[in-house]
């Protein structure tokens, strides 16, 4: 059995949150089930193993880079007059007074309320 390429959760804010990243107790998981379901006659070859190792690593380090690129482009937008769209609705303007991570996402704080990075709409 082969299993293709996992999008990573680095881009799953941009699907509204809708995608989870495949962790490693996940993905052993299924490393479980791929081994308990395969053909006896034809079993996974080691190779197999260490490419689907590899993607999983590659993956993982393509969200931490993500992650650091989004804290990079936020520290940048420090004094910057922005305007951004809660999710209650509400529309906010006003200068990015701090930077916080928490659970990996961005926030901003703007007149004293903590935006989510994605939340933004426009930089001024």
Do not use: C, W
């Not at 809708?18 to 996974?44: H, K």
């Not at 380090?61 to 690129?69: D, H, I, K, S, V």
């Not at 991570?101 to 001024?124: C, D, H, K, N, Y």
Request: hydrophobic share 45%.
């Amino acid at each position: 059995m082969t299993i293709g390429a996992i999008h990573s959760g680095a881009t799953a804010a941009s699907f509204g949150g809708a995608l989870a990243p495949l962790d490693t107790y996940q993905f052993l998981r299924l490393l479980i089930v791929e081994l308990t379901s395969q053909n006896p006659m034809d079993p996974v070859k080691d190779r197999d193993f260490l490419a689907q190792m590899a993607q999983l690593n590659t993956a993982h380090q393509m969200e931490r880079l993500g992650g650091m690129l989004t804290a990079f482009q936020a520290v940048s937008l420090l004094g910057r007059e922005v305007e951004a769209v809660l999710p209650t609705g509400t529309r906010l303007t006003g200068k990015v007074e701090s930077v916080q991570m928490s659970a990996g996402r961005v926030f901003l704080t703007i007149q004293g309320e903590a935006v989510p990075m994605e939340s933004l709409r426009a930089i001024r």
